[in-house]
């Protein structure tokens, strides 16, 4: 089955007008929980828009993004036209080896079709002791049949818990820093391994 990525671009120009635009903005918040420092250098995967980007900015951070919807990419890098946004996909990062600080993905991770491969993706790209964030809708009880919905229709789309996201993270030598879930948003954010080679 092809990315989920099927029918985004025709949201580029109303997604952050319309409700997904104003939910997605409760993901947002979560996301600024983290440490994120003046010079810091995040890769947003899966970045829509580019609206948290922006926000990352506003906070010091060097944004690049990805998406794999043309249409999408072509709105974030409007929106920032100093950020390097490009063409492609979570599980085949267009980036350079050890090229940030921080790997984030927000209301996206349900969309990948091969998470093993974006993670180990993530980890390449990431400096030693550097972090990756996900966040994802909290859907508690109604996870299961909301998983159900979307397989009956062919979608790989598939929620996880905050437990299943830390086995995820743990799997590709990621070690879990934090948890955080308020009211629909869960946030797990983890760590690479600190080689201390000074690289
Ligand atoms: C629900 S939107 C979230 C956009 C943005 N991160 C936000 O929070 O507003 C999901 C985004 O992920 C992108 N996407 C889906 N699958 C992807 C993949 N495998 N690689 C890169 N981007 C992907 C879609 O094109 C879309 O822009």
Redesign the pocket.
């Known amino acids: 089955m092809g ?3 099927v029918g ?1 671009g025709k949201w580029a120009h109303t997604y952050d007008g319309g409700i ?1 635009g104003k939910v ?1 903005r409760w ?2 918040r979560a996301v600024l929980t983290s440490d994120i420092w003046s010079g810091c250098r995040v890769l ?6 580019g ?2 980007l922006t926000l990352l900015a506003d906070r010091g951070a060097i944004g690049s993004g ?4 043309p249409e ?1 990419v072509a709105v974030a890098q409007a929106a920032n036209p100093q950020m390097d946004i490009r063409e492609g ?3 085949h990062l267009p980036f350079e080896d050890a090229a940030f600080d921080m790997v984030v993905t ?3 991770y349900h ?3 091969a998470r093993e491969t974006f993670l180990a993706e993530a980890v390449r790209v990431l400096v030693p002791g550097g972090r990756v964030v996900i966040v994802e809708p909290r859907l508690g009880v109604l996870r299961r049949l909301v998983n159900a919905a979307f397989g009956a229709h062919g979608h790989v789309e598939r929620f996880a818990t905050a437990g299943e996201i830390r086995a995820d993270l743990t799997g590709h030598g990621l070690a879990p820093v934090r948890t955080r879930t308020h009211r629909l948003t869960l946030l797990v954010e983890a760590q690479a391994e600190d080689t201390g080679d000074g690289s």
């Open positions: 990315h989920q990525h985004f997904q997605a993901f947002y947003d995967v899966g970045c829509g828009t609206r948290l990805v998406d794999v919807s999408m996909t979570a599980e927000c209301l996206a969309h990948m079709d």
